[in-house]
């Protein structure tokens, strides 16, 4: 079986409670699509052709005003489904924002007329998308809660942290934070650069380290 397939199987585990019929119907018109990092999975007002699960990798949804500022939406990994994808889908609308690949990134592949298809016809689907779906939802009014009720400060703290995870280094620039948390790259440094001053982080050309995560910490909760 194919590396794809196995891993596809894995990370998204409602498919190993289909009937073995409902498997082969689904299985035979998944495929498997790689993109690699700055690559364009959308635009916006493009028509969507396939509902799409990340199998690997990541991407980011974002929406860009006339100015050219960009305001990251969400970002979708392994294991996860574009919310903006789905809803395309079930309205019959065109996608309202952007999605750009960050890392290489690997995606199962279900096209429109199977997706409704198997939205009528197989419960154990419909009962995975619709329940994603809202999960989704909720974490995109997460992010409405966070930027209109929390800092500057808060958030970027909040996106090192996150992006770091185990880590303790992230690979971005001052601008692309800033996109991250829908600020502008002159703030972001200016605090940065606080923070480097008081040994908390160290910046370098494209690249954070965390020096301190507990007072990083302390600033994504500070009000």
């Known amino acids: 079986m194919d590396n794809s397939f196995d891993r596809w199987v894995t990370k998204f585990p409602f498919v190993k409670k289909l009937s073995d019929e409902d498997f082969a119907r689904i299985a035979s018109v998944t495929s498997f699509a790689k993109l690699y990092p700055g690559q364009i999975a959308y635009q916006e007002e493009w028509e969507c052709p396939n509902y799409i699960m990340c199998v690997d990798g990541r991407t980011r949804v974002f929406k860009t005003n006339p100015s050219g500022r960009e305001v990251l939406i969400y970002k979708v990994e392994g294991g996860g489904t574009c919310m903006l994808t789905t809803q395309c889908l079930l309205s019959g609308s065109n996608f309202p924002a ?126």
């Open 98 to 223: 952007e999605s750009v690949a960050e890392e290489p990134t690997e995606l199962a592949v279900l096209p429109k007329a199977h997706f409704h298809n198997f939205m009528s016809t197989i419960p154990e689907f419909r009962d995975f998308v619709l329940t994603d779906y809202t999960r989704l939802l909720g974490s995109v009014f997460s992010l409405i809660d966070s930027v209109a009720f929390s800092t500057v400060e808060q958030r970027l703290a909040r996106r090192i942290l996150v992006d770091a995870g185990e880590s303790r280094t992230i690979e971005k620039t001052h601008r692309e934070l800033a996109a991250d948390i829908g600020s502008v790259r002159e703030i972001v440094s200016r605090h940065l650069g606080d923070w480097e001053r008081s040994g908390w982080v160290r910046s370098s050309r494209g690249k954070l380290e965390i020096l301190d995560r507990r007072a990083l910490a302390s600033r994504e909760s500070a009000h």
